[in-house]
Each structure stands twice: as C-alpha cells, then as structure tokens.
C-alpha cells in the first residue's frame, strides 16, 4: 500500500467522524480565491504496478490557481477549479523501468468540477477533472555504466513518449472555521487519474493534496437570489 493510499484513508476515517458527529446545516456562501499549495504525487504503473511498488517514491511539487464555490442550496455547492499543477514521481536506484534513480515531473493545467455537500462546518465533494499536460521532464542520476541526463519529454507517438490529455476524478472532504474575523477552509482531497498518460509504459497519475484557503464570501449570491425569488413567487400564487 502506497503512502498516498495510507493518507487518504486516514483523512476519510478523520471526515467520517466530523459527519457522525454535526447534523446541523446551514446556508451555503459563494466565493472565489486564490489557491497555492504543495502536492503529493505518484504513478500507478498498471499491470507493472507491483514489480514497481518496492521502487517507488512520491515526488513534491506545487499547485497555484483559484476556486470558485457556487453555493445553491443550503447542503449544496458546486466548485471549479482552475490551476497549474507539477506532478510526477521518483523512482529508486535498480528499478525495471529505467534502472538508474529517475525523477519525471509533469507540468499541467487543470480543471476539476465537484459536487459539494455540506454538513454544517463539514463537507465533502466529487467530481471529474481535466488536465492538459503543458510540458514536463525527466532526470536520471548516472552510475559507471550509464551516464546521468535530464530531458524534456516527449508528446510523439515514440517510446518514452507521453500524452497531452487526461482524465481523472478527485474526492475529499473539507472543514470550514473561523480565526478571529478570516473565515478559512482546510480542503484534503486525493485525485485519480484513469487515462495512462505514457505512450509506451503505463503511468496513470496519483495525487495527494492538501489546501488551506482564504474565504471572503460574495455581498450577493446570485444563485441564491434566484432561489430566493422562486420561494416568493411560489407563496405568492
């Protein structure tokens, strides 16, 4: 079991208790903010995931963008995301796949959709992610019979080739609290990619984040508004 998978199922078991613990909802706010935080990353190598288990390491990189929560009901919210964010892995010395220790990292753009569900101060969210890969490279440290380099990769139909596009889902969960008078949100949520993003080997990314954001919530909702005046409408016929 992978670092990743350990983290993510303490984090869930973490926002479970939260769950059984506050019933109480309330409205849900509208904002946009900005988003910079570390990433945890890793490859799942398919049908190869196991010969390369021992060899694996995850890799840190950084994410920065903005979130925007639309609020629609008072449970409900959808969030859009749109940040550049380095993935990638490391693996170690005598590995199957490239033998010398070896670093990829993937530099790409992306943009998931949630379905958020809040459970007064708690929530939690799913949904699909888009990435585009904008570049990446990798470096593999030398030894007496093969030389060390570092390259830019490839996006040809070549072996050691990779992919522009990916698909993927993310899902996590999130508490809202206050310090002082700054309303804050501290989000951990895990993304699974499910296209290979290699030409030749399998890779299919793994990543691990967590996200303290800032939250300044808009004046007007105007999502709400339109609720709001459906309500009105409906006690006045």
């Known amino acids: 079991m992978t670092h990743l998978s350990r983290t993510w199922k303490i984090s869930l078991a973490i926002a479970l208790i939260f769950s059984l613990k506050i019933t109480k909802s309330f409205s849900q706010k509208t904002y946009i903010s900005p988003i910079i935080n570390g990433v945890n990353s890793n490859f799942n190598y398919g049908k190869a995931n196991n010969a390369m288990k021992s060899y694996k390491k995850d890799a840190l990189g950084i994410m920065a963008g903005v979130t925007f929560q639309a609020g629609i009901t008072p449970v409900m919210s959808v969030v859009t995301e749109t940040y550049f964010v380095m993935k990638g892995a490391t693996l170690k010395t005598d590995n199957p796949l490239t033998v010398n220790k070896s670093t990829l990292r993937l530099y790409n753009a992306e943009i998931p959709v949630l379905a958020r569900v809040h459970i007064n101060h708690l929530y939690i969210n799913a949904g699909p992610y888009v990435s585009y890969t904008i570049g990446g490279r990798i470096k593999t440290e030398g030894s007496p019979s093969i030389p060390g380099k570092s390259t830019g990769i490839s996006f040809s139909n070549v072996t050691d080739g990779f992919k522009r596009w990916e698909l993927g889902v993310q899902a996590g969960a999130g508490y809202n609290f206050r310090i002082k008078k700054t309303a804050l949100a501290l989000d951990v949520r895990y993304g699974y990619g499910l296209t290979n993003v290699s030409q030749d080997a399998e890779r299919y990314n793994r990543t691990f984040t967590i996200s303290i954001i ?10 709400g508004k339109k609720r709001n005046s459906k ?6 016929a």
Request: charged share 30%.
């Open 214 to 223: 800032a939250i300044k919530p808009w004046k007007t909702n105007p999502f």
């Open 231 to 236: 309500k009105k409408h409906r006690l006045s």
